[in-house]
């Protein structure tokens, strides 16, 4: 990398977890005694300074996400082609859901799927729940349907779950998502629940099917 490329590769990964503005006067404060400028740094360098980040942003970041936060800046101390081979290969796959047991198997392969992504124990626990809800919903009330698990690298990442069925359709999709109303089967809450627990979500309905993305970010 760079001088600059070093410098602009860090802060795209501080971003991730603080304010554009934070991570800048961060980065500064790592450099200064450093004796580095931002736009101009060695790639020699770059251990020093991501050890140096470590304590620079200590004030500026959530403790609980300064361990992964930490990770994810030692990744650029890997060559490219040692890195890519730690990352998970990326590509999304489809689940079809008759059953139960169909339902239970897209759960436990979206877990393992967050956690092979980095992802702590809540933001998988998080996925499970979704496409156990999603996936019973398709069952119950569509007779079926698919879950496909779509994971993203960069420049952000996440885990995408998108459910499609070819039901009914949702009736009064606002009272539904506002959790406002709910069947006696409880899909009103179920899919009230699944938005509040999304960091992005989306859902598309009318009498040919339905479709739900729900993103978490890892």
Known sequence: MSGGSVGAALLRVLQQFMSETAARR????????????????????????????????????????????????????????????????????????????????????ARQLCESLGGHGDECQKVATVVSEL?????????????QLSPQLAPRRLLRVSAEDSGQG??????????????????????????RLADRFDVRTGPKGTQVDFEVWL
């Open 26 to 109: 961060a980065l500064l404060g790592a450099l200064e005694p450093l004796g580095l400028n931002l736009d101009a740094v060695p790639a020699s360098e770059l251990p020093r300074l991501v050890e140096a980040l470590e304590p620079a942003t200590r004030q500026c970041v959530d403790p609980t996400r300064q361990p992964r936060m930490m990770a994810q800046l030692r990744t650029l101390l890997a060559p490219a082609s040692s890195s890519a081979a730690s990352v998970p290969e990326v590509r999304a796959t489809t689940y079809l859901v008759r059953t139960e047991a169909d339902a239970s198997h897209a759960r436990h392969a």
């Open 135 to 147: 996936a019973r919903n398709q069952i119950s009330h569509a007779g079926g349907g698919t879950i």
């Open 170 to 195: 949702i009736p009064d999709l606002e009272r539904v998502l506002s959790g406002r109303y709910e069947r006696k089967t409880g899909v009103g809450l179920g899919l009230s629940g699944v938005k």
